[in-house]
């Protein structure tokens, strides 16, 4: 279990399950170092080697019970891509790779009979890596950019000009574009800034819609979807720090 050292003030569970047997490390101790501040945000459940799930879910309490959020598990090659950005972190933080993890990267997945299949892509947001740098806005824009009938776009986060932008220069020429933000944030900060998202959106013909209106619940979803036909689901937001600064990981499909 890799944890963010930055992002747990309360380390109770990651304790527990250490002194039951888990191998628990948390990741970038140090902060702030000579090469910046970069934390981990990503979200990755690897089982066997051979299935893996990604999303906004975090463990916990709020996550599990309270709030809005969406996961998304898959298999086959993509499996041994999330094991490889996994590895990365873990060994970052101090860590020797494992004889499992080995194993992982080379046993051969195969895929049962009759089974439909799409293809899967991994792609990461890594300060650290040049070329890994701004994978995922990179991903996010080109798919927006390839849009000829919608776009739907659901993030809690949600700040950086660019992204806007090009949401924006879709609904221009001829997308329907819908964008999904929390009605209440659960940091004041983004409260004001998801005004100031909604205002620029709206003036450029983007249809904003603020979730947990009725049932005041949080949503912590970080999900595109474009002409009904790509998605993208995982750990990275829209905004500076998701897109230049974290370890994010997101799958598209």
Not at 102 to 117: A, R, S, Y
Not at 228 to 244: E, K, L, P, Y
Request: hydrophobic share 40%.
């Amino acid at each position: 279990l890799l944890y963010d050292f930055f992002g747990n003030v309360d380390i109770t569970l990651m304790n527990y399950m250490a002194k039951n047997g888990v191998h628990v490390d948390a990741y970038n101790k140090g902060l702030v170092t000579s090469k910046g501040f970069n934390i981990t945000h990503r979200k990755v459940y690897i089982v066997d080697g051979i299935k893996a799930m990604t999303g906004g879910m975090n463990m916990g309490q709020k996550y599990a019970m309270e709030w809005h959020d969406t996961m998304m598990g898959f298999e086959g090659e993509a499996v041994k891509d999330t094991m490889k950005e996994f590895i990365y972190d873990w060994q970052k933080a101090g860590n020797k790779k494992t004889r499992f993890m080995d194993e992982c990267l080379t046993k051969e997945i195969k895929t049962p009979e009759n089974q439909e299949t799409y293809p899967l892509r991994v792609v990461v947001t890594s300060p650290l890596e040049p070329t890994k740098k701004e994978s995922i806005k990179r991903m996010m824009i080109a798919a927006i950019d390839s849009a000829k009938d919608n776009i739907k776009v659901a993030m809690p986060y949600f700040s950086d000009d660019e992204f806007i932008d090009h949401l924006i220069f879709a609904s221009k020429r001829g997308v329907k574009v819908q964008a999904y933000m929390p009605k209440k944030n659960n940091q004041k900060l983004f409260d004001t800034v998801s005004a100031i998202t909604s205002n620029q959106l709206v003036q450029g013909n983007v249809e904003v819609y603020r979730t947990g209106a009725k049932d005041n619940a949080f949503s912590h979803s970080k999900v595109i979807t474009v002409d009904n036909i790509w998605s993208t689901i995982g750990s990275c937001n829209a905004d500076h720090r998701a897109f230049h600064v974290n370890q994010e990981l997101n799958v598209g499909i």
